[in-house]
């Protein structure tokens, strides 16, 4: 594969202000730890697990929290 990959979580801020939930109560709602939030924040990679997390804590599909950016 040839260049970076970038992710984006803005999707997912974006859902979570939809809903009308902060990040503090993701975290608790998926039991993600403070260091996998930096990285959502940074737009970091994080594990399949956190995202299937999320995304069943928030009755969504991936497309729905995360772009992959080439």
């Given amino acids: 594969m040839g260049g970076a990959l970038m992710i984006s979580y ?4 974006k859902k979570l202000i939809d809903m009308n939930m902060k990040k503090c109560e993701l975290k608790e709602l998926t039991g993600i730890g403070s260091t ?3 990285k959502l924040n940074r737009n970091e990679p994080v594990s399949m ?9 928030l009755k969504c ?3 729905e929290i995360m772009d992959v950016i080439v």
Avoid: G, R, Y
Wanted: aromatic share 6%.
């Fill in 10 to 13: 803005n999707k997912l801020w």
């Fill in 36 to 38: 996998t939030m930096t």
């Fill in 61 to 63: 599909n991936i497309d």
């Fill in 49 to 57: 697990d956190v995202v299937v997390k999320i995304c069943l804590a």
